[in-house]
C-alpha cells in the first residue's frame, strides 16, 4: 500500500489549494447513495445535485419512481446530462431490488461486512465497482476509494499505485492507510485537482501544488518544479 506519509502530504496539499472538504452527507438509506452515485455519472456535481434534487422533489419514495412512467423520469432527471440511459437504470435497479426483497429499504448494508455489500450489490445489473465503493464510502461511511478517470489518472502520475492499473486494484491498494473521513476528503480533492489541473492531455505540472511529489512531473525535462498554488482555469 502506499506509504501514509505520502498520502497525507499529498492530501494536506490539496486541502490548501482547494480548501477544506464538505462535511459527508448523511444518507437516511443506502439506496439514497446509489441512485445519486448513478445520477453522477457523466456529469458535473452541480447538475448531479439538481437532478437528484428534482426527482426527490417530484417523486416523494422510491415506490413511486418505480411507478412512474419512463418519460416523466426522463424529464426530472434531464439536468443531469445522459437522462435517457439514466432512467433506465434507475427504474430497471428499482424493479431488480423489488424482486429481490419487496422494498427498498437498504439500511441493512450497515450491519454487514464490506465483502456483503460488494456481493449483494454487484447482483444488480449496471451496478459496477465504482459504483458500489461510492456507496460504501459515502451512503456508509466506510474506508473505501472510488476511482474515477481522474483519481486514477493523478495517482498513477503521482506514483501511488506500484504498477497497478486496473481500478478496481487501485481501490483495494488505496483505502487501506486512509480513515473513511479522509477518503472522502481526498477522493473529492484528487477529482477537482485531476478537472482542474491535472488534465489528461496538458497536465499544468508548472502550476501544480503536488509537482515535488509527483513522479510525472520529474520526469518532465527542465529544472526541478516546485509546487505552487493551483488554480482551477476560469469558467
Given amino acids: ?46 447538475n448531479c445535485e439538481r437532478a437528484y434534487a428534482n426527482l426527490r422533489r417530484r417523486f416523494r419514495t422510491w415506490e413511486a419512481v418505480r411507478g412512474a412512467p ?3 423520469v426522463v424529464a426530472v432527471i434531464r439536468a443531469g446530462g445522459l437522462a435517457s440511459i439514466k432512467a433506465v437504470h434507475i427504474k430497471g435497479l428499482l424493479e431488480e431490488i423489488w424482486r429481490e426483497q419487496g422494498h427498498f429499504d437498504l439500511s441493512f448494508l450497515r450491519d454487514v461486512s464490506d465483502d456483503e455489500v460488494r456481493a449483494y450489490l454487484g447482483r444488480f445489473r449496471g451496478v459496477g465497482r465504482m459504483m458500489t465503493a461510492c456507496v460504501l464510502l459515502f451512503g456508509l461511511g466506510r474506508a473505501a476509494f472510488p476511482v474515477d478517470t481522474h483519481v486514477l489518472r493523478v495517482c ?49 505540472c508548472d502550476r501544480c501544488a503536488l509537482a515535488e511529489l509527483c513522479d510525472f512531473s520529474r520526469r518532465l525535462p527542465g529544472p526541478p518544479r516546485t509546487a505552487r498554488r493551483a488554480r482551477p482555469p476560469a469558467g
Fill in 1 to 46: 500500500m502506499p506509504s501514509s506519509g505520502k498520502l497525507s502530504q499529498i492530501a494536506s496539499r490539496l486541502r490548501r489549494t482547494y480548501g477544506p472538504s464538505q462535511p459527508p452527507r448523511r444518507w437516511d438509506n443506502p439506496l439514497d447513495a446509489l441512485i445519486h452515485t448513478l445520477l453522477s455519472q457523466g456529469s458535473t456535481a452541480t
Fill in 70 to 72: 419512463l418519460k416523466d
Fill in 156 to 204: 498513477r502520475r503521482l506514483g501511488l499505485l506500484n504498477g497497478r492499473r486496473a481500478p478496481e486494484n487501485a481501490e483495494a491498494f488505496l483505502a487501506p492507510p486512509l480513515r473513511p473521513r479522509d477518503c472522502q476528503a481526498l477522493h473529492g480533492h484528487l477529482v477537482e485537482h485531476g478537472r482542474a489541473v491535472c488534465t489528461a492531455h496538458h497536465p499544468g
